[in-house]
């Protein structure tokens, strides 16, 4: 068997392997070793594992990654989502479709705090699925809109996936931060129009609550405007170059345990939760972060991604045509995986692919676009059928709802990914106009 067909072989293996369950950063380390082991032999594999675990793992950068979840733990358990939801409520609730929006802004809000599509999905599906249903707005609707939402999670910077892309390919953590920013708040936007256009033809999806006070908006929103100044600083100190993107986050953290404190939100019992949920998620994405390595080291050694990369210049396909069908694969497995899992198990190969590619934009550039595209289409396979994982989220807190109906609700959302992803597509400067502008 060639290097190339056994590296074709490693991920067919690696499939089966999370088709059946197994972890997925377990299921990578167990197929990269044993195909690093054929194409080498066990004792160079073991002498690459003594070496290499623990350079990957003291990587300073690694560092920001747990800071991040725990700044969205901690804003968890202090309350934070209900307090951003009931703001944006007291806000825009008296419009018809109201309480959608808040749930769109509310997102994006937390989203800069968190980092996480799955986490923020989970969150706002405890924090605003009980006042939708409430206010009795449709269940597929309510369902849909929340997991659209939750997207918002890792669009909006910070994003924890974008660390690990610019950490897997060499590239600078706050200058995708920046490009990030514009198509972030593009998908907010989007989401909002079309909730607007969505209701206005059927407005028996979304009724118009019972005005609110104007005394009680204004202590509602006071209560969440300490959470929106930390992302304020967080991000703006990144964005102006006051500190890196792991300083940030432990101000962030920081800030966020004080306020939580200050306003008798965050206890003994919140911190432990937190730092427990910190933990687990953090030795989770590590775990895969391991496995990934020794699976691109087996793919390294077979030499894939070079000899893929020069068989798709020697066909001669327009550029576009090429990283549209890599997009679509992303969207595909979306189906099927993690955005974390989906973006280490692909990278290896499509980026060698994408860098050879001629968009007429300088390699660094190139390379931030193509992570904001990543970072867009990895979304849009997190609510795309016939799986979606944000879906699956939001259908385990919504048991009266099927998920059936939870589909129905994202594809008018699906519809405007496409229309936003196309205007990304013909206009890279959407993605890379604040990074020429501030760095």
């Known amino acids: 068997m060639s290097e190339t067909a056994l590296a074709v072989a490693g991920f067919a ?10 972890h997925v950063g377990l299921a990578m380390l167990v197929t990269g070793a044993a195909g690093y082991s054929i194409l080498s032999s066990w004792p160079a594999l073991l002498a690459y594992m003594k070496t290499n675990s623990y350079h990957q793992f003291a990587n300073y950068t690694l560092s920001v990654i ?3 979840i725990l700044m969205g733990a901690l804003a968890e358990h202090s309350g934070l989502s209900t307090k951003l939801f009931r703001a944006a409520a007291c806000l825009v609730g008296r419009l018809r479709g109201g309480l959608a929006y808040a749930v769109i802004v509310s997102c994006a809000g937390f989203g800069a705090i968190c980092g996480s ?3 923020t999905t989970a969150t706002f599906g405890r924090a605003a699925l009980p006042e939708l249903e409430r206010y009795k707005y449709d269940g597929g609707f309510a369902t849909g809109v929340i997991a659209v939402g939750g997207t918002l999670g890792i669009l909006i910077p910070p994003s924890v996936i974008l660390v690990v892309y610019a950490i897997a390919t060499e590239q600078n953590i706050a200058k995708l931060f920046m490009a990030a920013l514009v198509p972030g708040l593009l998908a907010a936007a989007f989401y909002c129009a079309t909730i607007y256009f969505v209701v206005r033809r059927r407005p028996e999806l979304a009724p118009i609550p019972a005005a609110v006070e104007a005394g009680e908006t204004l202590c509602t929103v006071a209560a969440a405007w300490p959470a929106l100044a930390v992302a304020l600083v967080v ?12 300083e940030g986050a432990a101000v962030g953290v920081a800030a966020m345990f004080v306020i939580g404190v200050l306003q008798r939100a965050l206890g003994w019992a919140e911190l432990r939760s937190a730092l427990l949920q910190t933990a687990s998620t953090t030795g989770m994405i590590f775990i895969i972060l391991l496995g990934s390595e020794v699976f691109n080291a087996f793919l390294a050694l077979s030499q894939l991604p070079t000899n893929l990369a020069a068989s798709i210049v020697e066909m001669q396909w327009p550029p576009y045509a090429v990283l549209a069908a890599l997009l679509a694969c992303y969207i595909l497995l979306g189906a099927v995986m993690d955005e974390l899992a989906m973006l280490l198990l692909t990278l290896p190969v499509f980026f060698p692919v994408v860098a050879g590619l001629d968009f007429g934009l300088p390699a660094e550039e190139q390379a931030i676009w193509f992570g904001v595209l990543v970072l867009v289409v990895v979304g849009m396979g997190l609510t795309a059928p016939p799986i979606g994982l944000n879906v699956f989220v939001v259908s385990a807190i919504a048991v009266r709802t099927p998920i059936a109906q939870t589909y129905r609700g994202v594809l008018p959302f699906l519809l405007a990914d496409f229309v936003r992803l196309a205007l990304l597509l013909a206009f890279p400067a959407l993605a890379l106009g604040m990074v020429r502008w501030l760095g």
Not at 13 to 22: C, D, E, G, M
Not at 235 to 246: A, L, M, R
């Open 117 to 119: 599509s799955v986490a």
């Open 235 to 246: 991000v703006g100190g990144i964005y102006g170059g006051v500190f890196t993107p792991t």
């Open 66 to 68: 747990p800071l991040f």
């Open 13 to 22: 293996v690696l499939l089966a392997f999370i088709a059946a369950r197994l």
